[in-house]
Structures are given as C-alpha cells and as structure tokens.
C-alpha cells in the first residue's frame, strides 16, 4: 500500500532507531474512536501494512483515558512506550483546581506536591485519579501483578499512605522502573548496569586485599604477632593486624570508605584471608629460592633442636652458589619429626625437599655427578685447565684484591671466565657448599629464636612455618612483586572475587 504523508505534520514524529523507521503508528483520533480492537482488525486486514509510526501529538497522555499499552501492535509498543517516557508524566496545568471530594467526614483531594514527593505519580484531571506511569507502560510485560495504578486508577485521598507504599513495596512496580531505564539507555541496559556494577565490586575488593596484604607483609616482617586478644569493633586494642588496617584506613581515605562498604563477608581482614596471605608470600618467597638453586649443586644444613610446645622441629637451610656465583645460605622451611633418629629425620627431610620440588637424591647425585664428571676427565685435562688458569687470572687485575673462595667464585662469574674454566669453578663451588656452620647459618638460626619468642607457642606448623620463611628471608620477599603475591592468593580459593 502506498503511504502518504503529510508534510504538514512530519515535523511531529517521533525519530526512531533504524528498525523501527518502518513501522508507523496507526493513526489515533482525539475523540478516541478508533478502539484497540479496530486497530488489531485493521492489521489483520492489510496485513502488508505494517509500517506505522508514533507520532507524539496524537498520543493521548491523560491518564484516564490513554489506551493501554497491549492495544498497540506489539512491535510498535516499544515506541509507544519511548514517546510516553520522552513526554514525561502526565500533570494538569498550573492553574487547575483539583477538586474536592468527601471521604469519610473530610473533604479530600489530590495534592499538587505528591508530584515532587512520588517521581512516578500521573494524574488524570478528566477522571480524578491518580496513576503510575511506568507501571501504565510495562505491567503487561511485568511478571507481577499491578494494582489501582494501573488500572482503575486510584482516588481515595484519605489512604494517601498508599502511594509512597507503591513505590517502596512493590517489586512489579521496580520492575517496570527499571525496564523504562533499560528501553531509554539501551547502552546501560540492566545488563550492562550489572556488568558495570560487577567492574566496580572487583576494583574495590582489589583495594581490600590489598589492604590487607601490605600489612600482612609488614607484620611479617617485623616477626610480629598478627592477631589481639579482643578483636570486636569497640575493642581499644583490636591486635597488630586489624590496628594496621585502621592506620592505612586513616592515612588514605579511599581505602577507609571502601573498606567500611565492604560487604561483612568480604572485609577480607578475617584471620583466614590473614593466613592464606602469609603462606602466598611463604610459597612465593621459597618459589624464588627454588628458582635461584636452579639445577646446580646445594647442601642441606639441618638444625633439629627447635622445639616447640614439646613437637620435635627440624629447621632446613640449604647453602648453594647462585647463578650470580655468589654463596647464599637460606632457610627452607621447619618440619615435625616424630623422633630425632637418623631415619626419621631423613624422611621429614625428604618430604619438605619434594613439596618445594627438590629431591634428595638429587642432592647426592649432583653432588657425585659433579665429583663423577671429574672422576672421568683425564687428569691431564684437568691440569692443563688448572695451569691456564693460574696464568690467566695472575694477570687479570680484576683477581687482584680477592678475599676468599666465595669472592673468587663471584669474580669468575662476572668476568664469564666460569665458563672457559669450567672445571675448576665446578671445584670451587663444591668446595664452597660443604657444610661448614658460617655466620649466616647462626643469622637463620637467631632469627627463628627471634620469632618463635614473639609468636604464640600453640600455633599450627604451617603458620609458623610462613612465618619464619617470611621473616628470615624478608629480603627475598622485598624483591617479590605484590601482584604475583595476590594471583598466588587468588589461586588458593576459587570462591574469590577476580582481581
Ligand atoms: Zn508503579
């Protein structure tokens, strides 16, 4: 069918989106003739005539007498329902008197500031009743039932207390709230509102967890004890831990306001978060001395008289050279022993190397390949490797102030001379990691007096097992970034937020 328009009134409609230019609105008379059953007749009639438009002027907006939303074709209904929400609610003009009516023994009407009061509420002069808009709109669509608002309207003035119960009460009426927002953003539909909503959760627990993470590091360090003796909320002293969190609160006023939004069970400061936190940095800390050994020779040095709350301790260091040729002796871990025997002791050993990935009969077989591989050079390789040396490094003003084995091995680093002397430095690092007790020995062993005197006695193995790798090789964890820290802690609990 042809479609005529009228160049008078095009200015009128309403401009739509791409799909629905090409459906035109039925053409609705003021005097309300045209019923939503002519309408439906009238499509099945000309079926071919589906391009309708919405056109604002022929809108009726008293809300007594529009015709409700079904009676539209449904896929115009949409349009209807942007050109309702673009003209706004329906309210007489300033001048009207809205007129009284006796209810019970007092006269009653309509007040104008329930326009201010209620952002939802339309009246209808011709009928005298009171209506709701985004309920008069999606009700139909709504999976709740509606009410007076919808339909019949409402007017009984004397139970005014229902129109603020209409908004605060009702989840049909929510809803059509929010699918009027959704239809005028399509952008930010709910869906997107959620999405936005979910981006803004994860950056705010990000700041959480990272709250709580560098006072966990701080308290680490200082081989400090994490938790009080009273820590409610009006507690004066709620321990180290939460007191820490209450100054970082203090000092940026981003993370307080965050914090205290937090959600009660995702404050993420519980003494669970505090300890998965510590064994992040504990597993990150040994991951990197693990890292360090590389596939090259180390020695174990076992001090088993740590004793506490009458458990049998063993304290495993291990003396290796570092890629950098430098001799570093650092603490693996503690593990109970059942007794102090010799076998015994092996197995506790044996099961601390394997959880960090070591082996102890990797230790023997380094230690003999390194010995083996030597064993099958001929010994006049070895002594024309040895001469060369000698002459090379009696030259090599770089050799000249060297203090000691260790020194010498470093220096043989730096210069990349470890690798044309291969043999000799092989030599010298076995020679470096025999066990011999050294000062750093005696700074792993004072350390771990230190912060077994500080922490509680009755606390779990794998507690003070974080501690003191935490404490003792503090410097290690200096060098860790705080983001490998957190993804380690995100991996431990698949329940929590992404970062
Ligand atoms: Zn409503």
Redesign the pocket.
Same mark, same amino acid.
């Given at each position: 069918m042809e479609i005529t328009i009228d160049r008078v009134r095009q200015k009128h409609w309403v401009e739509t989106d791409s799909i629905m230019m090409k459906k035109f609105f039925p053409e609705l008379s003021r005097d309300k003739a045209t019923s939503s059953a002519n309408l439906e007749a009238s499509e099945t009639q000309h079926p071919n005539e589906s391009i309708k438009v919405v056109d604002y002027e022929l809108l009726e907006t008293d809300p007594g007498i529009r015709l409700p939303i079904s009676s539209y074709h449904p896929d115009i209904q949409n349009e209807v329902r942007k050109a309702y929400l673009k003209i706004g609610r329906h309210q007489p003009p300033h001048n009207f008197v809205y007129p009284w009516s006796v209810q019970g023994k007092q006269r009653r009407r309509f007040c104008k500031n329930w326009f201010d009061l209620y952002d939802?509420i339309d009246y209808s002069e011709s009928k005298d009743l009171a209506f +709701?808009l985004? +309920?008069f709109l999606f009700k139909n669509v709504s999976k709740y039932g509606g009410d007076h608002?919808v339909g019949d309207g409402f007017g009984d003035w004397k139970h005014a207390q229902r129109l603020a119960n209409?908004?605060t009460s009702?989840n049909s009426?929510v809803n +059509?709230v929010h699918m009027g927002y959704a239809l005028m953003n399509p952008n930010q539909s709910i869906k997107a509102a959620f999405v936005n909503q979910t981006k803004q959760m994860n950056v705010e627990y990000r700041v959480r967890v990272n709250t709580s993470l560098i006072a966990t590091k701080f308290l680490l360090r200082c081989g400090m004890p994490f938790r009080g003796s009273d820590e409610s909320l009006n507690s004066l002293f709620k321990g180290p831990f939460l007191e820490l969190v209450d100054t970082l609160k203090e000092i940026n006023p981003e993370i307080a306001s965050v914090i205290d939004c937090a959600p009660g069970n995702n404050l993420m400061t519980a003494p669970k978060i505090q300890k998965d936190l510590a064994a992040a940095c504990a597993c990150e800390i040994t991951q990197q001395i693990i890292c360090d050994i590389a596939d090259d020779v180390f020695f174990v040095l076992i001090d088993e008289s740590g004793d506490v709350a009458g458990k049998e301790q063993m304290a495993v260091v291990i003396r290796y050279v570092s890629s950098e040729g430098l001799v570093k002796e650092r603490f693996l871990g503690i593990v109970s022993v059942k007794e102090t025997s010799a076998k015994s002791l092996k197995e506790a050993l044996e099961k601390l190397l394997s959880i960090n990935g070591l082996s102890l009969s990797s230790i023997r077989g380094q230690g003999y390949d390194g010995a083996s591989n030597m064993r099958d050079v001929p010994e006049v390789v070895v002594r024309h490797q040895l001469q060369n040396y000698v002459r090379n490094v009696r030259c090599d003003p770089n050799f000249a102030k060297l203090k000691g084995l260790s020194d010498l091995c470093a220096k043989l680093v730096e210069t990349n001379k470890c690798k044309t002397f291969d043999m000799v430095y092989k030599l010298l690092k076995l020679a470096l990691v025999l066990p011999v007790a050294t000062a750093s020995v005696e700074r792993v062993f004072s350390a771990m007096k230190f912060v077994k005197s500080q922490l509680c006695n009755k606390m779990s193995d794998q507690w003070l097992n974080d501690r003191l790798v935490t404490f003792i090789e503090r410097d290690v964890l200096g060098t860790i970034n705080n983001d490998v820290i957190l993804a380690h802690f995100q991996e431990m609990d698949s329940r929590r937020f992404s970062l």
């Open positions: 939802w +709701c985004p +309920c608002f209409h908004a009702s009426h +059509c």
